[in-house]
Each structure stands twice: as C-alpha cells, then as structure tokens.
C-alpha cells in the first residue's frame, strides 16, 4: 500500500485511490470546488516526491491552459489532485484549504472514480498531439 504524506501527516492508501482523496483521509479540507472533474485549479499540489509521469487530458489541458504547469525537469510540479491515482508513495504540499481560502466548505463531493476521463498519458504524447492539432 503506498504511503501519501502531506502537512506532516502520512497515510496508507490502497493503490489507485485519488491523491485529493487521500489528502482528505489526512484530515486536510483541500480545496476541490469543482467536484474533482479537473475544471477548478483548487486541488492543486506541488510534489515534494513521488510526482507521477502521467496525465489525465483534462488536467493536461487546465495545466497547460495558465501559468500552473511545469516544465517537465521541474522539482517540485504542480498537479491537480483530483486527477492523480497514488500508484507510489508521494509526498505533497496542499496549496488551497477550506481554512486558507475562507471557503464555507471544500466544494462538492470527489467520487472514487477519476472524471471526465480515466486514460492517462505520457505528458510527451500530450505535447505532440497539440502541436499536430
């Protein structure tokens, strides 16, 4: 079972649990006011570790679309944590809370099931198709 810490918490979750999901399993109110369906931004996380090498297309293309994605070397990516799966052990900073941002909750209800799309790609692959497309 992988290991997922964060705010100097840790937590075992079973493999393909969503990261914004284990964060909660933390006790973390992380901001998620779009549902988890990669529309948002308020999930975001920056890895310490573990960051995975994979994209859904919904949060490649919210990434891609602001200042929020990193370039591929970076130390420490932003991710949105609705659209990980914990495959490994990772170790994330929380950027946007319930407590930090004011917010009267953290948004609606994230689902076990990745959405609007469950494939996952290569960021490489992503790039290319939107050069081509």
């Given at each position: 079972?992988?290991?997922v810490t964060a705010e100097g918490r840790s937590v075992q979750v079973d493999a393909g649990t969503r990261l914004v999901l284990a964060i909660e399993a933390l006790g973390i109110d992380i901001g998620h006011r779009c549902g988890g369906k990669a529309r948002c931004t308020?999930?975001?996380v920056e890895f310490d570790a573990g960051?995975?090498?994979?994209f859904t297309r919904a949060e490649y293309l919210k990434l891609q679309g602001s200042d929020l994605l990193a370039p591929p070397d970076a130390t420490a990516p932003v991710r949105l944590s609705c659209q990980?799966?914990?495959e490994h052990d990772m170790s994330v900073r929380v950027l946007k809370t319930k407590q930090t941002e004011g917010w009267p909750d953290t948004g609606p209800k994230v689902g076990p099931d990745?959405?609007?799309?469950?494939?996952?790609?290569?960021r490489v692959d992503l790039e290319a198709e939107?050069?081509?497309g």
């Open positions: 079972m992988p290991t308020t999930c975001r960051a995975p090498i994979t990980v799966l914990v990745l959405v609007p799309e469950p494939e996952r790609f290569d939107l050069a081509i």
